[in-house]
């Protein structure tokens, strides 16, 4: 959570193995969350947070943590699309309640659509009426996702796209070039700052392997600045 506790609603966008997981957890190390939640489609979480097996078992532990320190995350189980939707739910009712936390929903398209999302999902995404929690929601595919998220964004992170139709939508979603989307590889990116306005690009750090990249940001503004001057990231004019 930023200090300031202002509403922090980012969404991270990207063809598979494009760089999202790897900007999310450079995030995570740099924000150092003591309270985060994550709904871990993937497993990946491990560095960041304890799983816990069931919900039932992530409320019992944000009883317990009150208004403390606790990092968990939860693997969905439910087979099914339904299931999983119905699971992911349910956190997000969880999150909500508990609050002051960084929430990590990977795979967004799994369980939302463009006209549907869960109502606590809804209401923690929407600017203004709920700033206790900072989302970080991932997609692979940007129209999939419900649009009161990505509309409500206060940072939109585009990794690269291979399919035409999505490097149209970000690119008007962020209010960049066509050709600016189209032109990412592998670990670059581009974002669009809401809170500055400021469009930017860099390119994500792979671990073990040396080269230019933007170092995490410790907010979605200052630190990312600093970053770009050493790193050789650049922030982009608005077309
Ligand atoms: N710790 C790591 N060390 C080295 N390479 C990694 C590491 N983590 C991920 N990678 C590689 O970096 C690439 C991007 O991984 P990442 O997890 O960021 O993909 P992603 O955009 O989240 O994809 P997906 O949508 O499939 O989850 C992959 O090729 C992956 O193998
Ligand atoms: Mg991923």
Not at 159 to 168: I, K, T, V, W
Request: aromatic share 8%; hydrophobic share 40%; proline share 5%.
């Amino acid at each position: 959570m930023s200090a300031s506790n202002a509403a922090q609603i980012w969404a991270v966008i990207g063809a598979s193995g494009t760089g999202k997981g790897l900007w999310i957890k450079q995030q995570l190390a740099a924000l150092q969350p003591a309270r985060l939640v994550c709904w871990d489609f993937k497993n990946e979480y491990g560095d960041y947070a304890r799983p816990v097996e069931t919900l039932e078992g992530i409320r019992r532990a944000m009883l317990t943590a009150g208004s403390g320190p606790l990092r968990i995350r939860y693997l969905p189980r439910g087979a099914g699309e339904k299931n999983v939707r119905k699971e992911f739910e349910t956190l997000c009712e969880l999150v909500y309640a508990w609050g002051q936390c960084v929430f990590v929903a990977e795979e967004l398209s799994n369980v939302t659509t463009p006209g549907w999302a869960p109502a606590a999902w809804r209401k923690m995404t929407t600017s203004g009426r709920h700033e206790a929690v900072h989302i970080i929601g991932a997609t692979q595919n940007p129209a999939l996702v419900d649009k009161t998220f990505l509309g409500n964004c206060t940072l939109v992170h585009v990794c690269a796209l291979r399919e035409y139709p999505h490097r149209q939508y970000v690119a008007r979603s962020i209010d960049c070039p066509l050709q600016s989307v189209t032109d990412l590889q592998q670990f670059e990116w581009i974002e669009r700052d809401y809170a500055t306005g400021e469009l930017r690009n860099g390119r994500v750090q792979v671990p073990g392997k040396a080269g230019r990249a933007n170092g995490p940001r410790a907010s979605a503004t200052g630190a990312a600045r600093a970053c770009q001057s050493s790193t050789g990231g650049s922030a982009i004019a608005t077309p």
